[in-house]
């Protein structure tokens, strides 16, 4: 009996220090480099979970906080190309292969597999990161990725094609902080 | 043992707690609606399509001749077309403040608009309202006047103010509705306008079908509420095209700032219908460059 509890106190205590790491507020930047017009959108609630122990990965933004600088332009952006109102999250879901071994203070090159989907489309892709594990205990991750509009079915009309381009790069930032056992 | 079990019970809630994906939660439960109409105007009346802060609204306006002179006058084309320019800037993402020129009567107007209320997605707010108010002067010279018979400046004012009412019904469906009205201090018979009454009263209806991703059939009818006036009635299609919203229609009259389309000079449609042409482009203004 008593030893069961040790076992279970010892639990406890690797999942109080669990190597879950979290974050609210990442950074998402797309960037669109067409002939005629280059922008960019980004959003500061990059939701993130990145779990060294189990190896998952897990990411959305709610693409409504996605801001171009144009209030009318990130409207069009919502209601004609990423239909915001049915699909409105970017989410990423997968693992990391080969599991790294994160050395305090150095940027080691991760590469993550798994599910992309936005736009109520999903697809298995590859994505190269970085892992930085930080002095106060913190994991700060850097990875950026080519997304084709119509790999996603989001349509790009012979007319626009100047304005906007096919190839959209994603980059991501985030500091995760360690979960903290409730 | 009981408590051990409940213990392990807690104990593999919270492993399979940790193991899961992330909730998926939007940041802003109360999301506006977006795109009750294309643009910040919609044939000739303003619509509650509101500039965010820092964000410009240019939009060229254009009203030709009757289409009843076939292609000799290429449709209406030669007969010289009422132009107007206005810009409009965001003061905050509710105020905005514009100002434009119509060729017709070479009229001024400054006006503003205010977003009361805005659509959600989630009907929390049913509908989106909006306010606009304005004054213009007519600042054609009438220099072929003798000089004691030209309007003085007191003759020249006109004033407008609308309530604009909106709701997008469905995904291809938005509506409308704009109480409007207009004053003019002396509605001299010189001016380009049908009316001679001051004080004008109507009824702005807007409406939009959406057709394909990026273009929608509009309509405008603007009966007159305190005159004989013939009411203002415009059908039309809506084209986005990246940056630019572009809007050609056919339309009664040439008017195309509020205080004219409700002082008249509408024809019959069928008859007096005439082509016209919008080119909306937004412009965002005072941000870093990279």
């Known amino acids: 009996m008593r030893r069961f509890l040790i076992l279970i106190v010892f639990f406890f205590h690797t999942e109080a220090f669990s190597q879950e790491y979290l974050t609210k507020d990442g950074e998402v930047v797309f960037l669109s480099k067409a002939p005629l017009n280059e922008f960019e959108g980004r959003s500061n609630s990059l939701n993130g979970l990145v779990n060294l122990e189990s190896n998952l990965l897990d990411f959305f933004v709610d693409l409504n906080t996605l801001k171009t600088g144009i209030g009318l332009r990130d409207r069009h952006m919502r209601e004609n190309y990423l239909e915001t109102d049915q699909f409105p999250f970017a989410e990423f879901t997968g693992k990391m292969s080969p599991m790294p071994t994160l050395v305090l203070g150095s940027k080691t090159a991760v590469n993550a597999q798994g599910k992309f989907k936005i736009h109520g489309v999903e697809r298995e892709i590859e994505v190269t990161g970085f892992l930085t594990l930080l002095q106060n205990g913190k994991v700060e991750l850097h990875a950026s990725f080519e997304v084709l509009l119509s790999d996603y079915e989001i349509p790009l009309p012979k007319l626009v094609f100047y304005e906007l381009a096919e190839a959209q790069t994603v980059t991501i930032q985030a500091i995760l902080s360690q979960k903290k056992f409730p | 043992m009981k408590k051990v079990i409940l213990l392990l019970v807690v104990l593999f809630a919270v492993v399979i707690r940790s193991e899961a994906q992330l909730e998926r939660k939007l940041e802003n439960e109360n999301q506006p609606v977006d795109l009750i109409f294309h643009a ?105 006047l003798p000089q004691n018979e030209r309007p003085q400046f007191t003759d020249r004012l006109a004033y407008f103010g609308q309530v604009m009412l909106a709701r997008k019904f469905s995904k291809k469906i938005s509506v409308q509705l704009s109480p409007m009205l207009a004053y003019f201090t002396n509605p001299l018979d010189i001016y380009q306008i049908e009316g001679s009454q001051n004080f004008y009263l109507g009824l702005g209806f807007s409406g939009k079908y959406k057709v394909t991703d990026r273009s929608s059939l509009t309509l405008q009818y603007i009966p007159n509420l305190n005159s004989d006036l013939q009411s203002n009635f415009g059908i039309g299609w809506d084209v986005e095209a990246g940056g630019h919203v572009f809007q050609m229609y056919f339309v009664t009259s040439q008017a195309l700032n509020e205080q004219y389309l409700l002082a008249g000079g509408n024809g019959v449609p069928g008859e007096e219908f005439r082509l016209g042409f919008n080119v909306n482009r937004i412009f965002a203004l005072g941000q870093k460059k990279k």
């Open chain 2, 40 to 144: 910040p105007r919609h044939i000739n009346l303003l619509t509650v399509e509101h500039l965010e802060k820092k964000t410009m609204h240019f939009a060229i306006m254009h009203t030709f001749g009757t289409l009843d002179g076939g292609i000799e006058n290429l449709f209406g084309l030669d007969n010289g077309a009422n132009i107007q320019f206005s810009f409009e800037f965001g003061l905050s993402d509710k105020i905005s403040l514009g100002a434009s020129r119509s060729s017709r009567d070479k009229f001024y107007n400054i006006y503003g608009r205010y977003l009361i209320l805005e659509q959600t997605q989630n009907n929390s707010v049913p509908l989106s309202l909006s306010f606009a108010a304005g004054g213009g002067i007519i600042s054609n010279p009438y220099s072929f």
